[in-house]
């Protein structure tokens, strides 16, 4: 697998904007199994008193919220994506990003980065950040 540097992404000061402005995340890819990184992080977030929409092919409930299959099924705002997916799964998730029309920032976790994808999801509106981890922004910003 060959590793990409960022060439779209948001400064700090933009992060911190981000966590001061929304208020429901989905978690593409939040694993139920409280050892993996997108669990831990999730629980770190709805702990700091974000809402977290899990999404993930198995399981009911993750964090004690309801699990959806696709970021199509929500059926209500999502203000961001959080995504713990392998970065050849970004350009289908900035396309449902799109089509779902609410989602403001497109966020791919740490070691996550897809060039193509994120200036997609930018050319949207969207803001975007790649290869940032959003548990260590959140305790470092807020």
Known sequence: ????????????????EIFESIQTIAVLGLSPDPTKASHRVAKYLQEAGYRIVPVYPKEETILGEKVY??????????????????????????DACIQRGDVKVFWGQLGLVNNDAAQKAQDAGMKVVQ??????EHRSLM
């Not at 697998?1 to 911190?16: A, D, G, I, L, Q």
């Open 69 to 94: 299959r696709s970021l199509a099924e929500i059926p209500f705002e999502v203000d961001m994506v959080d995504i713990f997916r392998k970065p050849a799964a970004f350009d289908a998730i900035a």
């Open 1 to 16: 697998m060959e590793c990409e540097f960022p060439t779209v992404n948001s400064n700090r000061e933009e992060m911190k």
């Open 131 to 136: 290869n940032f981890c959003t548990m260590v």
